[in-house]
């Protein structure tokens, strides 16, 4: 049980740097929890007072003493007590309330940023390594349930424990042996919580399972929408999704009844035991041991056990968890970062555009990539790189932004070791226009502007006619049109040409483009070459491309295969080599004959 | 929440159960104190142990028969929500079934599968709290009432006055509260929103330098979002000792005045303790309402949103008694086709004519949004004409049974989408009594025999999910091979070659010619040598037919087709027509 404690506690110490700035707020707040525990704990004591003053006056009254009556004058500064009691014990709520709210809300907001900090110093490799869907809820979802576990739990844990502890102690100081039978509720309740929690945990493992196998059908069969229509399998898939939900609708049911057991339980012993207190209370009070007043405060701590008990099970499933959160949470920001530049390094001034890679050794895990890559790209020239997938060809602009970091050699720009460089000097070097375009939800302009967003208006115009999309983005309604939440109101042809408007309005030194044109058609990609030659013009480029039609006036062509270059030249050069380049531009025309 | 209603109806039984059960826990939270009131005035007061046990003989029948109505409550609850959640995603789930592309474009997918499981779980959390602890309040306030009133009629007047108040408290709060939630809800899905763009754009991110930048987006939006939590929880949870405060005054004031009835004799003391009782249980039960108003406002969202795909008509509709396709189609006819798409935009494809005749190979070229895949999704009706008419043996489309008309078409969509399970299972798909012969031919026409049967396991490979684990390219040709055995009477090949090698691509298109034989054959392509050998090719611009013809005759009468061409061939190649490589 102590280990089990101490493994659960571990993350949280985790989390502790960003409780630490709130806790003076925290402290503050769980004294005003505590101050409002003792005020309400109180209150019975003093309502019965009033009814035991009630009671023996109207007792007399009923023997007929002479000169009996209810005596105002004694209850009047009892209710004044009283009620300078519920207005404390109020006040005390209230405060402790809006501390707790604001410690928690802040420390929510600092673990969101950290986390999303955390994002922006994760090397590259992370994200190529971890599905985002599953970042995404560790951010979203997992950040939340803290959240509300530290908002309503912990308040309702420390409430619930002091206001057990308080009614006990209260109840043994009306009455022992009263006391020491209502006290069978605190064992009864344990065990009973034990032996459901014990049965519904499989039922919520199997809801759990459920819920999962529902989601993995309705996530197929919605993607594969097309090919049911298609087929016709409407039916069929109508009758698959029965089974699954059917299946949930039993496990649900069963999980949700078997929970919702263990608040009835512990209420029967709870008024079982009323039931046996109210007796015997009763009878002592006839016997004149105990006093009226003192059965009703003892009756209305026993209710005020029994509510933190019946919220035990709900409690314990949201603080399981909220570990469960917390510890995926810290795993996450323990993640080793990016490194951080180098000592000393020095800024870069002005970038010629040189690159040079010398004997780069490099892979992903244990299996080398790339085996001793060594070219260099002159200022001005450009560069291609072509082979087959999988030959290693995104990894050379991997390694060249340090995306990731190379395990041997050398990567070079303009002299200066790329390792020796701040990281942001190097970016900043460079201009991409990726496979994969990129476009965050905002206007086009800002879009364009995302490298440089001081661009005056007249030279986003420019960029965007140069690449050939400035009377798309009149069409689409204009500069300050959005790119919607899923970026589906652009086509993928569309969005590649802005994201070269985006890489030009940069104006870098050095241009990558990576399938930068991969999916506009040839005929456009056609139209389009003027354009780029323009603004490839007086820069470095590299540029990976599949269509070899969009490389042919290259300065160096670099074949790669498996790694290694296999050949290098200009394109005529290549082609009468015959040799591998040869092969590649020829299997794109085969077969033109039938 | 209509929705939530119209389930309701189906489990009447269940609900009128659930109702009555609550009476059972209203029993034992309010017959326990009158017992006790009873032992005070009857025993206590009266002097008479008598009366106290027999006081305590009925608490424990109370205490077994209120548990019991608890427990059917959880019972009825639990039966009551489960089983109106699993009818919402059935029926969704069904009503997506009836949807065509139209449909599917415009919720998106991603949002149908959460308006499938999230959101329908989202009103089972209401639901639950609903069944339970919603109908308890006006049972608990009328009984404790009913019974305050019996103690004593002067008394009651106080507790009426509180009531209002309550009510009063729990209206405003919704109130208040719902666009400081709508606030949050929108905060937290821009929140979302950055952090997704943030780590799938991770490279631009990083590229550009704008890390910091995107940061600082992310903090505007987190302040914003955690400005509006903070008033939500405070409004929320000052509710709780607000209510209490009201009671509590209410408490000293009938204390202070019940003194004067029992100076009065109108009143005893025990039903003055029970007074207390029955108004701390019914503020209780108010409090717990206080608490399905916090989950409302996320259900009613959620409600909406499944509301709105139950509510939509598909565009495309089986007709009631349409005709049947059946035998060989003879022709294909697109007559003054004019469409747009259903979501909007310019027009796609303006007044398009041409006919089809059974054995025809014909393809279509043109530039990215020229119409060509648009022209082919009209024939099996993924959408609808918006003016003209596409005919299949002289017989509008819209007039034939849908999974006739379909059922005679083997269309290869661009995206193959494989669905998990073994690789002979996806081929089944378009035939499920497909012989392992039928299976394996197929296979091999679609050039993807020597592939299956490299895998471990072969044709009984499975397919993991999101089919990871077969490239673009063996997708597509599984996804044709899946066509093939069908041997539908219509082939289309909406550029689904485009994953290919140019090898694959020629062998694959030799041996479907054999294949084929007299059926009609429609292929949408980006790439000259894939359409080079069809019998007709239709080149498209702009939504418009500007040329039609063999390859040799539009490369000398066609300026685009020209134009396409010698982008992707050089001048040799386009000279010689057929010749070989220069």
Known sequence: ?594 | MRLILHYLKRYKGWFVLDFLSVFGFALAELGLPTMVAEMIDGGIMQGDPAAIWQAGRVCAVIAVVGVAGTVLLGFCCARLSTNITADIREEVFRKAQTFSHAEFGKFGIASMITRTNNDAFQIQLFLNALFRTALMTPVMMCASFILTLRASPRLSVIVIATFPLIVLGVVLVSKWSRPVSEQQQTSQDNMNRITRENLTGVRVVRAFNNDAREQARFEAENERYTKASRRMFKLMMMTQPVFFLVMNFAVCLIFWFGGHLLQLGQIEIGQLTAFMDYLFHAMFSILMFSMVFMIYPKAAVSARRIQAVLDTQPLVQDPKDGETLSGPVEEITFSHVSFTYPEGGGEILHDISLSIRRGETVAFVGSTGSGKSALVSLLPRFYDVTKGSVRVNGTDVRQFHLQSLRRAIGFVPQKAFLFSGTIADNIRFGKEDATDEEVVHAAEVAQAEDFIRAKPGGFAAPIAENAANVSGGQRQRLSIARALVRKPAVYVFDDSFSALDFQTDLNLRRALRKETGDAIVLIVAQRISTVMDADRIFVLDHGSIVGQGRHEELLDTCPVYREIAASQLNTAELAGGKGVLS
């Open chain 1, 1 to 594: 049980m102590k280990r089990k404690w101490k493994h659960a506690s571990a993350p949280l110490s985790a989390l502790l740097p960003y409780l630490a700035p709130q806790r003076w707020v925290f402290l503050l707040s769980i004294v005003f929890v505590v101050a409002q525990a003792l005020l309400y704990s109180l209150s019975p004591v003093i309502e019965g007072s009033v009814t035991t003053q009630l009671a023996s006056d109207a007792a007399d009254m009923a023997a007929g003493v002479p000169g009996a009556h209810i005596q105002f004058d004694r209850i009047l500064p009892i209710l004044t007590t009283l009620l300078t009691l519920y207005l404390g014990k109020t006040a005390c709520q209230a405060a402790a309330t809006i501390t707790l709210t604001n410690a928690t809300q802040e420390t929510m907001r600092a673990l969101r940023s950290a986390v999303q900090k955390k994002i922006h110093a994760l090397p590259v490799q992370y994200f190529d390594t971890h599905p985002y869907g599953d970042i995404l809820s560790r951010i979203t979802n997992d950040v939340d349930t803290l959240s509300s576990a530290l908002q309503q739990t912990l308040l309702n844990i420390i409430n619930g424990l002091l206001g057990i502890v308080l009614a006990i102690t209260m109840m043994f100081q009306l009455n022992a042996r009263l006391a020491l039978i209502a006290l069978i509720i605190l064992p009864m309740a344990l065990l009973i919580t034990g032996i459901v929690v014990h049965f519904s945990q499989k039922q919520f493992a199997a809801q759990q399972t459920a819920i999962g196998d529902l989601n993995a059908r309705v996530t197929e069969l919605y993607t594969g929408y097309h090919e049911i229509l298609l087929y016709n399998k409407q039916e069929a898939v109508v009758k698959e999704f029965h089974a699954v939900n059917e299946k949930l609708r039993r496990c649900g049911f069963r999980a949700q009844f078997g929970s919702s057991l263990i608040s009835p339980c512990i209420s029967l012993v709870t008024y079982l035991v009323i039931g046996t207190v109210a007796t015997l209370g009763a009878l002592a009070a006839l016997e004149g041991t105990l006093a009226v007043g003192s059965l009703q405060a003892f009756i209305r701590y026993i209710w005020q056990l029994n509510d933190p008990l019946s919220q035990i099970s709900q409690l314990s499933a949201q603080i399981q968890s909220a570990f469960a959160a917390a510890r995926r949470v810290t795993a996450f920001l323990s993640q080793e970062e990016e490194g951080i530049d180098a000592p000393g390094a020095k800024g870069l001034k002005k970038v010629r555009g040189e690159v040079t890679f010398e004997d780069v050794h490099f892979g992903y895990g244990s299996r080398e990539i790339l085996h001793g890559l060594s070219f260099t790209a002159k200022p001005g020239q450009t560069v291609a790189i072509v082979g087959p997938t999988g030959a290693g060809k995104t990894t050379i602009i991997n390694l060249l932004l340090r995306f990731y970091e190379i395990q041997s050699g050398r990567i070079l720009l303009d002299g200066h070791d790329i390792r020796s460089l701040p990281r942001e000097d190097l970016r900043r070097a460079f201009g991409m226009v990726l496979q994969d375009t990129w476009l965050f939800s905002g206007s086009l302009l800002e879009n364009l502007r995302y490298g440089r967003p001081d661009a005056p208006l007249a030279d986003v115009i420019s960029a965007a006619k140069g690449a050939n999309v400035h009377d798309f983005i009149l069409s689409a309604g204009g500069y300050d049109a959005l790119v919607n939440e899923e970026g589906d109101n652009i086509s993928q042809g569309e969005k590649q040409l802005l994201t070269i408007a985006r890489a030009v309005l940069r104006d870098p030194p050095v241009l990558i483009l990576d399938e930068a044109t991969s999916s506009v058609d040839t005929r456009l990609e056609k139209r389009l070459q003027g354009a780029m030659q323009k603004m490839m013009e007086g820069r470095t480029c590299l540029v990976i491309a599949h269509r070899l039609s969009t490389i042919r006036n290259a300065d160096l062509i670099l074949v790669l295969r498996d790694g290694r270059i296999v050949e290098q030249g200009k394109h005529d050069e290549l082609l009468k080599k015959d040799g591998a380049y040869a092969a590649l531009y020829n299997a794109q025309f085969q077969g033109k004959e039938i």
